[in-house]
């Protein structure tokens, strides 16, 4: 009798070891994810987005892109001030070389992280670096899906840049495609709130054209909008009728960029400012005349009319170290 009540106390006594371990240790793994979930948010610093920043920091670092700094100011102060984003922010960058294409991906980084592009969010993808073997794409593909979606499972707000686009493999550009759609959800995991960015030269003759036209028509740089002689739809045109892995990739076929955004050819003047910026960056004392010295050294050849930097504000800063050593 006495070992019968010995052994229903036994029992009750490990069923309370064993619920309350279990409580135990259901309460550490909570805390464990709530931990995780912190520092996966907080870790690598998210600024607070302040829009007005961001607007200073485009109109004082960013020169003669007056749509670009616009349709980025616009763009990413709503999904960046949304709180329930119903898709990615997908954006598309096309200009001739040397424009800032790049440096406007770093101008958002800086006003998204405490750590700008040296932020470990910050992914920098260029075809010739990271898939320079054709014959490798599907490894490249199944490598690539697996990196977004390990990047944004731990960070929601990641941000993927994809350089020369048009030398990207249509293969790779549509494993990007699924993380793009409304609604996104891959493999259980949300991308709502990332960013990507597609950077590329495709149109970039013909945003020059239309810059050029304008000129030639006396009308001022600034007057070109958005929806000037269909410019967007000019890009997108461009872009799939040429022979780039972007035509042929079915990303636009399926309208997931939110805008294509043109960057315009840059002029003498723009140059210059480049110039005064790289001074500026260089700690030495900013000097106009030095600047229009640098800035008339580089080759403006690209057109008939020779106005528009062929390299845009690109070996701006070699030019000058060069002018400062002599
Ligand atoms: N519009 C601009 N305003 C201010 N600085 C600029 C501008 N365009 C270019 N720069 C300067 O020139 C450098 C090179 O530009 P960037 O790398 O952004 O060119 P890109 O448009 O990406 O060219 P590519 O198509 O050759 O990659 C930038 O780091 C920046 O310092
Ligand atoms: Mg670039």
């Known amino acids: 009798m006495k070992a019968r009540y010995l052994l229903i106390v036994l029992c009750l006594v490990s069923h309370i070891t064993v619920t309350l371990s279990s409580v135990v240790l259901a309460v550490i793994a909570a805390v464990a994810s709530v931990g995780l979930y912190i520092y996966n948010t907080e870790r690598d610093g998210l600024l607070l987005f302040d829009s007005k920043r961001l607007e200073k920091d485009l109109r004082d670092s960013l020169f003669g892109q007056h749509i ?53 969010h910050f992914h920098l993808f260029v075809p010739g670096n990271y898939f320079p073997y054709k014959e490798y794409s599907p490894a490249y593909s199944a490598h690539l899906k697996k990196l977004i979606l390990k990047e944004v499972y731990w960070y929601i707000r990641s941000m993927f840049i994809f350089d020369e686009l048009d030398k990207m493999n249509p293969q790779l550009i549509d494993t990007i495609k699924p993380f793009l759609y409304y609604n996104a959800r891959v493999d259980g995991v949300s991308f709502r709130n990332a960013i990507f960015i597609f950077l590329s030269n495709a149109g970039g003759n013909e945003i020059a054209e239309v810059a050029q036209d304008f000129r030639r028509k006396g009308k001022d740089r600034e007057e070109i909008k958005m929806n000037s002689k269909e410019l967007e739809t000019k890009i997108s045109q461009s872009i799939m009728s040429g022979k780039s892995g972007f035509a042929q990739s079915i990303l636009i076929d399926h309208h997931l960029i939110d805008h294509f955004i043109p960057f315009l050819p840059l002029e003498l003047e723009h ?13 030495i004392k900013q000097n106009f005349d030095l600047a229009n010295e640098v800035a008339q050294e580089l080759l403006y050849s690209s057109t008939e009319e020779k106005i528009y930097a062929d390299k845009g504000c690109k070996s701006v800063r070699e030019k000058l170290w060069i002018k400062i050593d002599n």
Not at 271 to 283: F, G
Request: proline fraction near 3%; hydrophobic fraction near 40%.
């Open 68 to 120: 670009a700094s616009d349709v980025v100011l616009k763009a990413v102060t709503s999904f960046m001030t949304d709180s329930k984003p119903n898709k990615p922010l997908v954006l598309s960058f096309h200009g001739n070389t040397g424009v800032g294409k790049n440096y406007v991906t770093k101008i958002i980084a800086r006003n998204v992280y405490e750590k700008g592009d040296n932020s470990k």
């Open 271 to 283: 140059v210059r400012q480049c110039v005064l910026a790289e001074m500026v960056h260089l700690k």
